[in-house]
């Protein structure tokens, strides 16, 4: 049996504790305390788990009191570093939600920290358990189209869900190293897995359209704003009310600023090009204000060409997306276009991901053929290009990841 705690209990970080507390994992994983800097949201979460574990108010006394195994880090992106960073001096193995971090700093001093405790660090990227992307995987793996010389990716946000991160504490630099730290870690890690090939050079460029300070802004949040304007944001309704309304007093945050704010000081509208070590070109786009959400995925190889299509609408209630349409289309070069039959997922969040995740996660995978799980190294690769892309933007220049991580010099 193995014991867990929890730092950060917010919405992802209940996927965590209302799972582990579900019973599902009963035999193998206990949930012995949870830790968040604001102690009435803490308390929230454990209230709501189906068996409702310790909260602490005190991280390090957590450790010291529980000793447990493994750490699950699901706070805000800026402060993953200082938990991972604790928890594997104490001697504990780290699940981390991504992204690992926010800076090349903070990513280069939880490396160092997880060499010298010999314990391990798991990013959780739950898009490789989903079984949309690991289709893609398999074949891409099989050799179907060959060597892969270019992929090009176009990720789409709407203004439901794409809005969202304008409202909350992802919409400061500071605190999500921006949406190409934040979001774009889930697709670069895609395509690093997938061409299984090291990200190199990254030249970016970036700009706020849509959100920030394009409108005017009648309040500082939905709650108390008069208007109604089409991406008015109800803090007011289940989950919201009790994890972030109701827990205001404790912390000040706000979950439904406004996102016309001047606050905002992350782009919306982003185009990057990366050179790979085996000569692989991306070429990435991410729009945060789109009608739909989705995204094309193209890959050009010595064989042939992969279209990987997904469109769905989302939601900011919950983890889950609706009207899903998926399409994966194989050309080979004697002009044949396949269209390859769609695997099936469950209903857990992500579509299918999350529940394979958890499965991997309490369970143990014996085998793990794809590489499904992601270590330190992965965590940083994904964030190097965001934090890379950050800084070819202020700096207007090519980044080499060289510069900052000694093992691609
Ligand atoms: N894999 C995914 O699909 C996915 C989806 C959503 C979020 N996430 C990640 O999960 C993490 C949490 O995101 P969320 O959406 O639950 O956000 P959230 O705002 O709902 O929760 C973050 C929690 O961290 C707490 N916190 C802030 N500063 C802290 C500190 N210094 N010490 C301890 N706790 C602190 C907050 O009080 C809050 O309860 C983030 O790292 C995010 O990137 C991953």
Redesign the pocket.
């Known amino acids: 049996m193995k014991k867990y705690v929890q ?7 209940s996927a965590y504790n209302q799972t582990l507390t579900s019973g599902k994992f009963d035999d193998c994983a206990e949930l012995c305390g949870l ?4 102690p009435k ?1 803490a308390q929230v979460a454990s209230e709501r788990c189906k068996v409702h574990p310790e909260v602490f108010t005190d ?1 390090d006394e957590m450790l010291q009191e529980v000793k447990p195994d493994t750490v699950i880090v ?4 800026c ?2 570093d ?2 991972i960073i604790k928890s594997l001096r104490a001697g504990c193995d780290v699940i981390s ?3 690992l971090t926010t800076t090349f700093e903070k990513a280069l001093a939880i490396q160092k920290a997880e060499k010298e405790s010999g314990k391990q660090v798991r990013v ?3 898009l490789r358990f989903s079984p949309f992307y690991k289709q893609v995987k398999e074949i891409l793996a099989s050799g179907a189209i060959g060597e892969i010389y270019s992929v090009n990716v176009e990720w789409m946000l709407d203004t439901h869900h794409g809005a969202d991160y304008f409202r ?2 992802h919409r400061e630099r500071a605190n ?1 190293g921006s949406l190409l730290v ?1 979001k774009s870690t ?1 697709h670069f890690d895609l395509i690093n897995w997938y061409l299984e090939q090291e990200p190199l050079y990254v030249h970016a460029f970036g700009k706020r359209r849509f959100y920030g300070t394009n409108q005017p802004q009648p309040a500082e949040r939905c709650l108390t704003c008069e208007e109604r304007c089409p991406y008015y944001f109800n803090i007011d309704r289940t989950p919201h009310r009790e ?2 309304l109701n827990c205001e007093d404790a ?1 000040g ?1 706000k ?1 439904d600023k406004c996102i016309f704010s001047d606050e905002i000081d992350i782009e919306d509208t982003i185009s990057i090009s990366v050179e790979y070590s085996g000569g692989a070109l991306l070429t990435y786009s991410l729009n945060a204000h789109c009608p739909y959400e989705g995204h094309v995925f193209t890959f050009n190889g010595s064989k042939g060409r992969l279209e990987v299509r997904s469109s769905y609408q989302s939601s900011t209630t919950s ?1 889950g997306q609706s009207h899903t349409q998926n399409s994966i289309l194989l050309y080979d070069r004697a002009h044949n276009c396949t269209e390859i039959p769609i695997a099936e997922a469950d209903e857990s969040g ?1 579509g299918g991901a999350d529940g394979l995740l958890m499965e991997g996660l309490f369970r143990g995978k014996p085998e793990d053929p794809l590489c499904q799980f992601a270590d330190t190294w992965a965590g940083m690769m994904s964030i190097g290009i965001g934090m890379a892309a950050n800084i070819s933007m202020a700096e207007n220049r090519r980044v080499a990841l060289s510069e900052f991580y000694e093992e691609l010099k």
């Open positions: 730092v950060g209990c917010g919405i992802r970080g830790y968040d800097l604001n949201r991280f699901t706070s805000k992106d402060t993953h200082e938990y939600e991504k992204p959780t990227f739950n909350r504490w999500s934040h889930h994890v972030y912390d945050y979950r983890y992500h």
